[in-house]
């Protein structure tokens, strides 16, 4: 965005000048555009500054123990790595709890299994945290104090 920013006020400004030797006697001219453009590449800047700041800001990506999702999250960390934005959690969610019972959750939590390796050897070098597969949607303050036990470590 900076970059795009920093061509239209080059562009505005290279009209500005024009426009003010051609019909304003050499005259500067004012240019809210200019302006407004100014402030947004200022924005832009100082975002910039936040996002590559690891003391002010943090990535978390969230992914299921499947196929899919485990890929993507590779390539978006890898994406991320080119531009000095540093990943340093993950959240796996939904997998199986160990009272999960029954022919079929059994082999479903065996399949689930090598997904969970393959997430421990693809991103050894991360925080990972682990969230079961509830019962139910997270919609009362008492599932979700339950839920952020999981992020504290007390599991």
Not at 63 to 83: G, M
Not at 113 to 129: A, G, M, S
């Amino acid at each position: 965005m900076g970059v795009w920013i920093q061509g239209l006020l080059e562009k505005r400004k290279k009209a500005n000048d024009n426009y003010s030797q051609l019909l304003n006697d050499g005259e500067p001219v004012e240019d809210p555009i200019y302006d407004v453009l100014h402030t947004r590449q200022y924005r832009f800047s100082r975002a910039r500054e936040i996002l590559l700041n690891d003391q002010e800001t943090g990535f978390i990506f969230v992914l299921n123990p499947e196929r899919l999702p485990i890929l993507e999250t590779k390539k978006a960390i890898e994406l991320l790595d080119n531009y000095d934005l540093s990943v340093s959690t993950l959240v796996i969610n939904k997998v199986l709890p160990k009272e999960a019972d029954g022919h079929f959750m059994m082999e479903r939590k065996k399949h689930e299994r090598k997904y969970v390796q393959l997430i421990e050897k693809t991103f050894h070098n991360r925080q990972l945290v682990y969230i079961p597969l509830f019962s139910q949607d997270i919609v009362s303050p008492k599932q979700l104090e339950l839920f952020s036990e999981y992020f504290q470590g007390d599991d």
